[in-house]
Nanobody
């Protein structure tokens, strides 16, 4: 499985960006797709996750501003980021986690830089 992320860039505070991540290969049907982010000196943080059934979860700091969605037919996950703040600046990584009965397997995209600055 390979994940190809796109959509990062430089945006002013209050602006919007949309990240996309397309998965290719043989994908196990029971899975979650999500976005993590990492800033220098900090651990990687889960931003948002969505199950194959469409259930979502967000870190508190992005609730009401970010929306995660997925297109199962295209094996693609999106992250719509609105009202961006400087503290959202990070490298964003997409993730696909296969959920097997007693184990899981993670795949990662290459990371895309999001910079929020005036």
């Amino acid at each position: 499985v390979q994940l190809q992320a796109s959509g990062g860039g430089l945006v002013q505070p209050g602006g919007s960006l949309r990240l996309s991540c397309a998965a290719s290969g043989s994908i196990f049907s029971s899975n979650t797709m999500g976005w993590y982010r990492r800033t220098p000196g900090k651990q990687r943080e889960l931003v948002a996750v969505i199950t194959s059934g469409g259930s979502t979860n967000y870190v508190d700091s992005v609730k009401g501003r970010f929306t995660i969605s997925r297109d199962n037919a295209q094996s693609t996950v999106y992250l719509q980021m609105n009202s961006l703040k400087p503290e959202d600046t990070a490298v964003y990584y997409c993730n696909l986690r296969e959920l097997h009965i007693t184990w899981s397997l993670n795949y990662w995209g290459q990371g895309t830089q999001v910079t929020v600055s005036s």
